[in-house]
């Protein structure tokens, strides 16, 4: 079983630079399609970026531009750099990795 435990969320001025991780176990973490998500109160969870399984990226249009996905298969580690944040990126962040969730980060940006 894969286990996911996420970091990096907080209260964030508008227009600063976290950096999100996601420290997975398990030996699925090199083979699969994982990525970020965020949800907010009354909204499905929506997909925020991903690494397909061939290991292209995939950006919503709100974090093109603005956020990067990357891992580190040493560490097992997802990460996802904000850049520039708005009010409107506030929300629980979640890793998935396969079919595994974390239990997300919260993120709360202030104006």
């Known amino acids: 079983q894969v286990q996911l435990v996420e970091s990096g969320g907080g209260l964030v001025q508008a227009g600063g630079s976290p950096r999100l991780s996601c420290a997975a176990s398990?030996?699925?973490?090199?083979?699969?399609?994982m990525g970020w998500y965020r949800q907010v109160p009354g909204k499905q969870r929506e997909l925020v970026a991903a690494f397909n399984p061939g290991g292209t990226t995939n950006y919503a249009d709100s974090a093109k531009g603005r956020f990067t996905i990357s891992r580190d298969n040493a560490k097992n580690t997802l990460y996802l750099q904000m850049n520039s944040l708005k009010a409107e990126d506030t929300g629980v962040y979640y890793c998935k990795v396969f079919t595994y969730w974390g239990k997300g980060t919260l993120v709360t940006v202030s104006s």
């Open positions: 398990g030996p699925l973490f090199r083979v699969h399609a």
